[in-house]
């Protein structure tokens, strides 16, 4: 008995959400063909120059955005920002600080104190 292993692809959409990269910003020959996982292993193990400037400069899809900010993906979107940005763009949001901003960082500093203290709890009840 035999067994084809076929090999696994993604569509470029999904490669360039595992590699934190917004697609349309990718290379064409990227956005046109399907990746082979091993083709996301490579990249990911030696980004080529395109991956490395556009994970350095951007434009980053909004979840990097978010994490590079340090608010949730709905805080950004009820700060007004529905478009990627790039690292000059993001960095000068950090120094402008507007209120939103803060205002979201609260919020999302309360969710991970929350979250952790809800995870303690669960530990402290298991022992």
């Known amino acids: 008995m035999s067994s084809h292993q076929t090999t696994q692809t993604m569509k470029p959409a999904t ?3 595992k ?4 697609l349309e910003a990718t290379p ?3 956005q ?3 990746v082979s996982r091993a083709e996301l292993n490579e990249l990911q193990a030696n980004p080529p120059q395109w991956l490395r400037e556009l994970r350095a400069n951007g434009p980053h ?3 990097v955005v978010a994490a590079k900010l340090g608010v949730s993906i709905a805080g950004l979107a009820r700060g007004g920002v529905t478009e990627p940005l790039t690292t000059e763009q993001i960095e000068a949001l950090k120094k402008e600080s507007p209120e939103w901003l803060e205002k979201e960082r609260a919020t999302q500093a309360e969710v991970r104190k929350e979250a952790e203290r809800i995870k303690n709890k669960k530990n402290a009840d298991n022992d």
């Open 15 to 17: 490669a360039a959400k």
């Open 19 to 22: 590699l934190g990269v917004y």
């Open 28 to 30: 064409a020959e990227f």
């Open 32 to 34: 046109e063909g399907d």
């Open 61 to 63: 899809p909004r979840p």
